[in-house]
């Protein structure tokens, strides 16, 4: 048996009913088989092993009160994945489908996706399955206030920095580090996606999906082709999908759809950036409420999507943008993503494509670019903040847009040059695995078990 298959059978019997994390290491051991032939040292040294076991795993109570007294109690994690490459980094998530399993696929795949970013960074990730839709700004408050009661023991500028998710935005990030500072008396930068009044980074919440079209325009280009002119398909409306819009536009596309965990939008005049801002950013309202503020675009509920498929995905486009969450593009949304016309796949979510979706980009050569490349100018730019916390300075938006580029082209050139490397050019599944976990393990067998 291969170390990789034993690897992932490893990770199956450690880790029961945890489905996405099994999926996140399948996917990534078995890209990983040609350098582990290649390197036996890592056999050797049993990195494999050591690097599908987090650190540490922090699970907790967090009781809150809600606004009519009654008590309520969530469950909180911090996922404290590898800190090989630097202190911990991965954000926090509220949602209601939030568990173990999800938390650990998405620090592991932090792991790497830091190392992409040539930046000092360890992987984590942490949050709860509370729900912060329709609850108020102050049960929001004391939910956030509990939180991090528990959890501020564990964090730090130099030990773990924790950034937003789902759910988990400027208002959210601004409760927690109220508290922090409160039990520590410590003005520091132990957050990241701060408001830039009080320590944040201007660009930060464009990152993401900035990075995602930075990504995007890259990898055309190495086929002599460009965004411009195209037609592309976003899936989501919150901050990845929002900014992925907004880049879109700034290099002349025109993104058509969007959606969230009830329906879809398809505006075949293209997306409404200043609608689209007024109801997520301002009225934190449905997408129905899109749909009557422009009345040529339709809103289809998710009762009324093709039976077991995303209808985002059957929208006719040159480039496709996953934006929402993991596991929402499935194999018969690959076909007909392929059928209409799709060059491009770009994941600004995590692990949005499911692995059969995945082979099928993969198998009919188009421009795939896996979430962990794709959405790294988010975590990058929590770098830079970190960067301007600890010398008490801020950057200009323009200083920080131009390194999130210029990050996000690095990150290409190394997915793309360790797939050619490994002899399979344009694969960039294997080149950012394998460019990304080359690093890691290295640092690991540096300093030693
Ligand atoms: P937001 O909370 O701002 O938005 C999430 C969007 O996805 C909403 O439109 C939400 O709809 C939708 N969504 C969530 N769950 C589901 C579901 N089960 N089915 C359908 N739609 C769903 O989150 P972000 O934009 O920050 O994150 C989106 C993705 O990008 C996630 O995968 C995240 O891990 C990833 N990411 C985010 C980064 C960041 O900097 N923010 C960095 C790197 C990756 P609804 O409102 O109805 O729930």
Redesign the pocket.
Known sequence: MSYARELIDRAVAMNPAEGEFHQAVEEVMLSLHPLFQREPKYQKYRIGERVIEPERQIIFAVPWIDDKGGMRINRGFRIQFNSALGPYKG?F?F?P?VTLGTLKF?GFEQTFKNSLTGLSLGGAKGGSNFDP?GKSESEIMRFCQSFMTELFRHLGPTTDVP???????GREIGYMFGQYKRLTAHFEGVLT?KNVKWGGSLARTE??GYGAVYMAENMLKVNKKKLGGMVCAV???????IYTVEKLYQYGAKPVTL????GMIHHPAGINLEVLKQV?EVERA?LTRYAELCKDAVYTPVKSYPKGRNAVWSVPCQAAFP????N?LNEKDAKQLLANGCILVCE?????STAKAVDIFLSAGIAYAP?KAA??G??ATSQLEMAQNASMQQWSFEMVDKKIKEIMTQIFTAMHDTAKEFGQPGNYVLGANIAGFRKVADAMIEQGI
Do not use: F, W, Y
Request: hydrophobic share 25%; aromatic share 0%; charged share 15%.
């Open positions: 954000g998530r949602h489908s998405l839709k950034a937003g998710d789902i759910g988990v935005g996606g990152a993401t899936s989501g409306s919150g901050n990845v999908a959606s969230d965990s009830q997520k449905r934006c929402a969450t993991q929402e600004g979510a995590n692990m949005p979430g959405n790294a988010g975590v």
